[in-house]
């Protein structure tokens, strides 16, 4: 049983500092199609529950070991926000950590209660899942427990968004041929615009899931995220799986970047050379422009 893991460097939360509350076994509300962790029946409320103290002693320690640490990532084998003592843990570790950001990983499901929002607001980042905007595509794809109802999370995702003022991310995970629906996206594109999260990442099946499922490539996920609105601050962050890079002309570019203004890791992921000649050629002539990080059309 290890609470602490890591540190793991990640492009977003540099080096990073994990924090296991369900150390012991997997304690969930969800059962994901998608889940990594072994199946296991959904609870609504821990069984075991390690003391705040302990876990306090834990990060303690492992901060005098690592230095340089720039995030303590609070997450858990399952649902960590069904911890019952995390407003305390929080409010605890804020005390010590001094510049080092603090980060909770949750699927969302407990944001319309009162004493989540308590606990939450008290993070740097905030990071919820979202898969499915639609009741339907919500069972299938996150089986939650019968208590959970997909619109009191959509409320309460709302009602948190107004009163949090720091980093509140949103990720959907996507499953082949489920909630990759273009009617579906449509529905979660309609909510995340009145949700207005500062990031929305995109991403899929990286390991061999506990269910038969497929994941997305990153060119499938590419094409997903075109079809969300302009407004939205999209990022792919499911890289590993990348069928092909493109070969495309003058006029295919100007065509995506219409469609999604690229980012430098997103010409890297799909260009190949010539694509990325011709991208240059843009730039040149002025048709194109890199600005605040993205090849967008030149205004
Ligand atoms: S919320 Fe996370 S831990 Fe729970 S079933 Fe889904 S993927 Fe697994």
Same mark, same amino acid.
């Given at each position: 049983?290890?609470?602490?893991?890591?540190?793991?460097?990640?492009?977003?939360?540099?080096?990073?500092?994990?924090? /296991?509350?369900?150390?012991?076994?997997?304690?969930?509300?969800?059962?994901?199609?998608?889940?990594?962790?072994?199946?296991?029946?959904?609870?609504?409320?821990?069984?075991?529950?390690?003391?705040?103290?302990?876990?306090?002693?834990?990060?303690?320690?492992?901060? &005098?070991?690592?230095?340089?640490?720039?995030?303590?990532?609070?997450?858990?084998?399952?649902?960590?926000?069904?911890?019952?003592?995390?407003?305390?843990?929080?409010?605890?570790?804020?005390?010590?950590?001094?510049?080092?950001?603090?980060?909770?990983?949750?699927?969302?499901?407990?944001?319309?209660?009162? &004493?989540?929002?308590?606990?939450?607001?008290?993070?740097?980042?905030?990071?919820?899942?979202?898969?499915?905007?639609?009741?339907?595509?919500?069972?299938?794809?996150?089986?939650?427990?019968?208590?959970?109802?997909?619109? /009191?999370?959509?409320?309460?995702?709302?009602?948190?968004? #107004?009163?949090? #003022?720091?980093?509140?991310?949103?990720?959907?995970?996507?499953?082949?041929?489920?909630? /990759?629906?273009?009617?579906?996206? $449509? #529905?979660?594109?309609?909510?995340?615009?009145?949700?207005?999260?500062?990031?929305?990442?995109?991403?899929?099946?990286?390991?061999?899931?506990?269910?038969?499922? $497929?994941?997305?490539?990153?060119? &499938?996920?590419?094409?997903?995220?075109?079809?969300?609105?302009?407004?939205?601050?999209?990022?792919?962050?499911?890289?590993?799986?990348? /069928?092909?890079?493109?070969?495309?002309?003058?006029?295919?570019?100007?065509?995506?970047?219409?469609?999604?203004?690229?980012?430098?890791?997103?010409?890297?992921?799909?260009?190949?050379?010539?694509?990325?000649?011709?991208?240059?050629?843009?730039?040149?002539?002025?048709?194109? $422009?890199?600005?605040?990080?993205?090849?967008?059309?030149?205004?």
């Amino acid at each position: 049983m290890s609470i602490i893991f890591g540190p793991i460097n990640s492009r977003r939360f540099g080096k990073s500092l994990g924090v /296991d509350l369900s150390p012991s076994f997997k304690q969930c509300n969800f059962d994901c199609l998608y889940c990594e962790l072994k199946s296991s029946k959904v609870t609504n409320s821990y069984k075991d529950i390690v003391g705040v103290d302990e876990v306090i002693k834990e990060i303690k320690e492992a901060l &005098e070991k690592y230095k340089d640490i720039d995030f303590i990532t609070i997450t858990a084998n399952g649902e960590p926000t069904l911890y019952p003592n995390l407003k305390e843990l929080i409010k605890k570790i804020n005390s010590f950590k001094g510049n080092i950001k603090s980060l909770i990983l949750s699927n969302g499901s407990t944001i319309y209660k009162k &004493e989540v929002q308590e606990a939450l607001i008290e993070f740097d980042v905030v990071k919820l899942s979202l898969d499915c905007a639609t009741k339907r595509c919500f069972k299938r794809v996150d089986r939650a427990s019968k208590e959970i109802d997909l619109e /009191d999370i959509k409320r309460g995702m709302l009602e948190f968004r #107004k009163k949090f #003022k720091n980093r509140f991310q949103i990720e959907i995970l996507f499953v082949k041929g489920i909630n /990759d629906k273009k009617e579906e996206i $449509e #529905k979660l594109n309609q909510f995340l615009l009145e949700l207005k999260p500062n990031i929305i990442d995109l991403n899929s099946i990286d390991r061999p899931p506990a269910y038969r499922v $497929e994941g997305l490539s990153y060119n &499938e996920l590419f094409e997903i995220s075109t079809l969300f609105s302009k407004e939205l601050n999209i990022n792919i962050a499911n890289k590993k799986r990348i /069928d092909a890079k493109f070969s495309y002309s003058k006029e295919e570019i100007l065509e995506t970047i219409k469609r999604r203004p690229l980012k430098r890791e997103d010409i890297e992921a799909l260009f190949d050379i010539n694509s990325k000649k011709e991208l240059e050629a843009l730039l040149k002539t002025q048709k194109i $422009e890199l600005k605040n990080g993205f090849y967008q059309l030149k205004e």
